[in-house]
Each structure stands twice: as structure tokens, then as C-alpha cells.
């Protein structure tokens, strides 16, 4: 059998990428920039003055653009290219991690990575969605869309922790399930049923987190999970604001209406109880710190863990059925 590859964390662009929202930061901290070449041959006090009054400016847009950014904001920073993917957390979090390849039906899907590792001292089965962070590894992971031998890999590897009694972390982050037609006659809509039922069954404890996107059922075939962790500028949703746009309006472009319309933010989830969990994220989101945003979350699974690590199988599969067939029920 030929040596599987391990996944290493994804190239990091050292340019800065801003939103469109972001544009009166991005002109302070260019000025900034400026300055601080300046000062490197200059060190005159009147630069160093006008440098700290920039920052602090700076800071406090920041502050302020985060502090009410809406639905369709949040779906963009949830999209961002720089944001902390799948690889970058695995890399951070776990370590002796080994990836296992293939759904032993079909063939290997790049788009979902998996195998076992060690969290803090003890071993886990990582089951995570990557898109990729430039042109060739967003190809290679097919932008974190997943075809069906992506879903029962994933199957593959719930059953292997089953077995030998390791919990299972999901790592979402994906627009959804691939829908090309290929995908579709491999049987895409069982292969996330039976991954779906799998996580619903599992005698051992799970955690999901939403690092970005959680899109669909591409999302809840991994995330059917004890706890649901959200970090708080990702989104979680039925479909993608476009594509709601298109089946509700037939026009695309509504896409921020229907953003704000679906309640797909992390605030929102929080509050129906779709959720559990929100992870703050550095200020101007996880994109502008990295390893602060993984770090959170590396704190969240582990309070999550010790919550259920005296739970019987039977205990962790009740609790698990309660906490969904709850959802959606008036108080």
C-alpha cells in the first residue's frame, strides 16, 4: 500500500486581504504601513506620535466595523481566504496525527481529512473539511466540497473510534456536498444519510466545531455531534445565502436578504439552542490571528471532552438524541 501523505498546515499569503466592509481600515493601516518604513530610517518622535495615534484609530474602526457587523458580513469573514482552516487547526491541536485514506467502496476525497491523534495527551479521531488555501490545494481539496467516498470515509473512521472507544472530533467547514453529477450517481444523498445516522449513533463522545462554513447537509453529516461548538463569526445553515436567493426569489443577487433573513449566524443559532457553544474570536476575526483563534478552540474541546468522559455508551447516545429531538420545541 503506498505511504498515505500527512496533511500539513496550508501556505499563508503575508499580504493582507480585506472585505469590502474593511475599507476604512484597510487605508488607516496602509498609512500605518507607510509609516512604519518611514520610521525604520526615521525615528523621528513626530512619526512615532502620528504612528500611535493611527494605530489606536485603527483599532477602534476595527472595533467598532466587528462590533455590529450583519449576516451577510459575517458570511463574508466565515469565507475569508487568510481564515484558519481544517489542516491549520490539526496542526495546532493535535499531534502524532496519522491520516487515513480511502472509503474502501470507491477511492479517496481529499475534501475531508481523517484519521487518529492525540489531544492533549489523549487519543482522537479528527474527521475535518478542507477547502484549501491557494489555487492548488483549493483544487486538490476540491474547495472542501465532498463527494460521497469523502462522507463514508468519514463513516469508516466513526466506526474505527467506535470501537476502540476514542472520541470524535468534526472539524466543519464547507459550502456543502459536492453536487456534480458523478457525486450524485455514487449515491451523495445515502452517503451523508448514513454518515448523519452514524454520528447520531456513536457510543462515544463527539464535538463538532463550525470553523467558517457549515453549509447543509454537507455539514450536519459530520456535525450530528454531543456538543456544537461555533466560532463566532462562522455560519451554519440550511443553504448558502446565494442559493436561497435563487430557489426562494430566483435571483441570486438577494443573497444578503436572504443572509439575514435565515438566521444562519452564530448569535442566532446560539439563541433557537442549534448550538451550544460560541468561541470569540481575535478582533477583526480569526484571519488576523490564528493562533489565538485556534488556541480558543483547543480550550472548548477539551471542556467539551471532560463533560462526557464519564458517560456510558447508552448515556452518550440518549443524550445526543435529546438534545436534537429538543430542537425546534417551545419551552
Known amino acids: ?32 504601513d507607510e509609516l512604519r518604513s518611514i520610521a525604520a530610517g526615521d525615528g523621528s518622535d513626530a512619526i512615532g ?3 500611535t495615534r493611527l494605530e489606536v484609530r485603527a483599532a477602534k474602526t476595527l472595533a467598532e466595523l466587528y462590533a455590529s457587523l450583519n449576516p ?37 476525497d481529499a475534501a475531508i481529512v481523517g484519521g487518529f491523534a492525540r489531544f492533549r495527551g489523549s487519543s482522537v479521531c479528527v474527521i475535518g473539511q ?3 488555501s491557494d489555487t492548488e490545494s483549493r483544487l486538490r481539496h476540491n474547495f472542501g466540497m465532498a463527494r460521497p467516498e ?12 467506535d ?43 463527539n464535538v463538532a466545531v463550525i470553523l467558517g462554513e457549515g453549509g447543509s447537509g454537507g455539514a450536519i453529516a459530520i456535525a450530528s455531534c454531543n456538543r456544537v461548538i461555533m466560532l463566532e463569526h462562522a455560519i451554519y445553515t440550511v443553504a448558502s445565502p446565494e442559493a436561497s436567493a435563487s430557489i426562494l426569489w430566483r435571483d441570486a443577487a438577494k443573497a444578503q436578504e436572504a443572509a439575514t433573513n435565515m438566521k444562519i449566524t452564530a448569535q442566532d443559532l ?40 464519564n ?21
Open 1 to 32: 500500500m503506498a505511504r498515505v501523505a500527512r496533511p500539513q498546515p496550508q501556505p499563508r499569503l503575508s499580504m493582507r486581504s480585506y472585505l469590502d466592509f474593511e475599507k476604512p481600515v484597510a487605508e488607516l493601516e496602509s498609512r500605518i
Open 49 to 51: 506620535e502620528e504612528l
Open 72 to 108: 451577510w458580513q459575517k458570511t463574508l469573514v466565515a469565507r475569508h481566504p487568510q481564515r484558519p482552516h481544517c489542516l491549520d487547526y490539526i496542526a495546532g491541536l493535535f499531534t502524532d496525527f496519522t491520516p487515513l485514506s480511502g472509503d474502501r467502496l470507491f477511492g479517496e
Open 130 to 132: 478542507e477547502k484549501g
Open 150 to 161: 469523502g462522507y463514508r470515509k468519514a463513516v469508516r473512521l466513526m466506526d474505527l473510534a
Open 163 to 205: 470501537r476502540f472507544g476514542l472520541p470524535v472530533i468534526s472539524l466543519v467547514d464547507t459550502a456543502g456536498a459536492f453536487p456534480g453529477v458523478d457525486a450524485e450517481e455514487r449515491g451523495q444523498a445515502e452517503a451523508i444519510a448514513r454518515s448523519t445516522d452514524k454520528s447520531l449513533s456513536l457510543g462515544v463522545a
Open 270 to 309: 446560539l439563541k433557537f439552542g442549534l448550538i451550544d457553544v460560541i468561541v470569540q474570536e481575535p478582533l477583526g476575526g480569526a484571519h488576523r490571528d490564528p493562533t489565538a483563534a485556534i488556541s480558543a478552540v483547543g480550550e472548548r474541546i477539551a471542556t467539551a471532552l471532560d463533560a462526557f468522559g
Open 311 to 331: 458517560m456510558s455508551p447508552e448515556a452518550l447516545r440518549d443524550a445526543r438524541a435529546n438534545k436534537f429531538l429538543a430542537m425546534g420545541r417551545k419551552v
